[in-house]
């Protein structure tokens, strides 16, 4: 199988994307689940999911969009023999997404996210419900905007496939782990697995970097919540 292409290379790095039209960048943020491959460049063709499912809180049924069917008919030692899965934020976790992405047997190599808001920051993709460490297929967030360039070119030139070239680098590669945590003084929840993480943080050594960030507020907002409770 033959497409026509441009070429669009997502880097979680530095993010940049070649298109025939000229360089351009593209921001994201990972997903807090699924496994990168890290120093490598995985490629595939982008689907916007099936007509009935941009959603992807449904089982995804590969058959009902003709260019994803047409893909999973192509040679497996293709880069088109590969799916980098576009769908819409909404309605469900982001791990419900990546499952049914991952369970669809559709060759789905890593899933993009569209936000449901404008260009605005993007948060970190940590709702993983207590089952994201079950998934393998690596996913990210990308603006509302950037999401519509991808779907107007889709609408307007579908005879032009996007083939995405996915690049997860690290930043510092000099063999130590850097990990950060954010906690507070009422997280009772978190308070034995910080206790029990102590041994393990220090059995990590000069091998790893650790960064505490504790929030803090001002104590008259918690008087004033205080004095309306009771």
Same mark, same amino acid.
């Given at each position: 199988?033959?497409?026509? !292409?441009?070429?669009?290379? /997502?880097?979680? *790095?530095?993010?940049?994307?070649?298109?025939?039209?000229?360089?351009? !960048?593209?921001? *994201?943020?990972? %997903? =807090?689940?699924? /496994?990168?491959?890290?120093?490598? #460049?995985?490629?595939?063709?982008?689907?916007?999911?099936?007509?009935? @499912?941009?959603?992807?809180?449904?089982?995804?049924?590969?058959?009902? @969009?003709?260019?994803?069917?047409?893909?999973?008919?192509?040679?497996?030692?293709?880069? +088109?023999?590969?799916?980098?899965?576009?769908?819409?934020?909404?309605?469900?976790?982001?791990?419900?997404?990546?499952? @049914? %992405?991952?369970?669809?047997?559709?060759?789905?190599?890593?899933?993009?996210?569209?936000?449901?808001?404008? &260009?605005?920051?993007?948060?970190?993709?940590?709702? &993983? @419900?207590?089952?994201?460490?079950? =998934?393998? #297929?690596?996913?990210? =967030?990308?603006?509302?905007?950037?999401? *519509?360039?991808?779907?107007?070119?889709?609408?307007?030139?579908?005879?032009?496939?996007?083939?995405? +070239?996915?690049?997860?680098? =690290?930043?510092?590669?000099?063999?130590?782990?850097?990990?950060?945590?954010?906690?507070?003084?009422?997280?009772?929840?978190?308070?034995?697995?910080?206790? +029990?993480?102590? *041994?393990?943080?220090? +059995?990590?050594?000069?091998? %790893?970097?650790? !960064?505490?960030?504790?929030? !803090?507020?001002?104590?008259?907002?918690?008087?004033?919540?205080?004095?309306?409770?009771?």
């Amino acid at each position: 199988m033959s497409f026509d !292409t441009c070429h669009f290379l /997502i880097s979680y *790095e530095c993010h940049p994307i070649h298109s025939p039209s000229g360089p351009g !960048t593209i921001r *994201e943020t990972p %997903a =807090l689940f699924g /496994i990168p491959s890290y120093r490598s #460049v995985r490629t595939g063709i982008l689907i916007y999911g099936t007509p009935d @499912n941009h959603l992807g809180c449904d089982p995804f049924k590969p058959e009902l @969009n003709p260019d994803w069917k047409a893909i999973l008919d192509a040679s497996a030692s293709s880069y +088109a023999a590969s799916v980098v899965l576009l769908i819409d934020r909404g309605n469900c976790t982001f791990v419900q997404k990546v499952r @049914n %992405a991952e369970f669809s047997d559709g060759r789905v190599i890593s899933v993009i996210f569209v936000d449901h808001q404008g &260009d605005i920051g993007l948060p970190y993709i940590a709702d &993983d @419900n207590g089952h994201g460490q079950r =998934l393998t #297929v690596p996913s990210m =967030l990308i603006s509302y905007d950037d999401g *519509e360039k991808f779907k107007k070119h889709m609408r307007e030139k579908p005879g032009v496939k996007i083939v995405v +070239a996915l690049s997860y680098s =690290l930043p510092r590669p000099d063999n130590r782990v850097e990990y950060e945590m954010w906690s507070t003084s009422f997280d009772l929840k978190s308070r034995p697995w910080k206790t +029990a993480f102590g *041994e393990v943080a220090r +059995a990590l050594g000069e091998h %790893a970097q650790f !960064t505490p960030h504790f929030y !803090t507020m001002p104590g008259a907002i918690w008087s004033v919540r205080f004095n309306k409770l009771h």
